[in-house]
């Protein structure tokens, strides 16, 4: 399974943003998906994930309420729609394809990692 991310950028804090992962093959269907990211100086964190049936969603506390993740199995493609950006999600955002068709916040629950995006929040 390939992944890949993009739709990264520069946008002004209170801004939105919406990330796309696509995979390159149907199969991650069956499993779940997650984002995580990387600041700059600091370790990958958790994001988001989604089950394969579009549910089994978890957030990390710092974007819930903010962030939505979601999923097109049709077109196999993870989508994150980041709303009221903050300077502190500037990141490097990496989709992730899920072991099972659910999976949790450790990354171990992953096997499959795209590339990764750049999103940058301005103050």
């Known amino acids: 399974v390939q992944l890949q991310a993009f739709g990264g950028g520069l946008v002004q804090a209170g801004g939105s943003l919406r990330l796309s992962c696509a995979s390159s093959?149907?199969?991650?269907?069956?499993?779940?998906m997650g984002w995580f990211r990387r600041a700059p100086g600091k370790e990958r964190e958790f994001v988001a994930t989604?089950?394969?049936?579009?549910?089994?969603?978890i957030y990390a506390d710092s974007v819930k309420g903010r962030f939505i993740i979601s999923r097109d199995n049709a077109r196999g493609t993870t989508y994150l729609q980041m709303n009221s950006l903050t300077p502190e999600d500037t990141a490097v955002y990496y989709c992730?394809?899920?072991?099972?068709?659910?999976?949790?916040?450790?990354?171990?629950?992953?096997?499959?990692w795209g590339q990764g995006t750049l999103v940058t929040v301005s103050s």
């Open positions: 989604i089950g394969w049936n579009g549910g089994n969603t």
């Open positions: 992730a394809a899920g072991r099972r068709a659910v999976a949790g916040r450790d990354s171990y629950d992953y096997n499959y």
């Open positions: 093959r149907r199969t991650s269907t069956n499993n779940a």
